[in-house]
């Protein structure tokens, strides 16, 4: 499913989070899923993020999509900008939605493309934007 919730929470041990409604068809299998993928998707990816919202006539999301299944079985999807394969770490409360946390056990980025970007309900990309350097003491 195509989910934006993403977010990093820590290095060591390093774990990120995933919001996911409880209403959704995959609450309940990625609640009690071994495992997980994150797959980035590029710029040029628009139609994998539809298809995986549920926008599209697809009853199998995956047909016609390419994808491998990487170390942990999950699938790992072809094009995207970077995948990520989890191990179920904590799950969390949060309202109509539960918080997934996942042990990220390998990370890779796959191509140098653009990644999608979903902001103001609509896809876009990133763009490099230069700004004077920051006072050396503002530096982490
Ligand atoms: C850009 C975008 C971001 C989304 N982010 C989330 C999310 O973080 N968590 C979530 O539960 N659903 C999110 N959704 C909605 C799910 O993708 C959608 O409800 C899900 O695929 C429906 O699957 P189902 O019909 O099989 O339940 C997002 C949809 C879009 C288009």
Request: aromatic letters at 10%.
């Amino acid at each position: 499913m195509t989910v934006s919730s993403f977010t990093s929470v820590s290095l060591d041990p390093p774990l990120v989070l995933i919001s996911i409604a409880k209403s959704s068809n995959l609450h309940d299998v990625l609640k009690g899923a071994k495992a997980y993928a994150v797959n980035f998707l590029a710029d040029d990816q628009k139609s994998v993020s539809d298809r995986f919202a549920g926008r599209t006539n697809h009853a199998d999301r995956f047909e016609g999509v390419g994808f491998a299944l990487g170390s942990t079985g999950s699938p790992l999807i072809s094009g995207a900008r970077a995948v990520i394969e989890c191990r179920p770490w904590q799950v969390y409360e949060g309202g109509d939605h539960s918080i997934l946390i996942g042990e990220v056990v390998s990370a890779r980025a796959l191509n140098s493309k653009k990644p999608l970007v979903y902001y103001s309900q609509q896809y876009t990309t990133t763009e490099q934007v230069e700004y004077p350097a920051p006072p050396s003491d503002m530096v982490w």
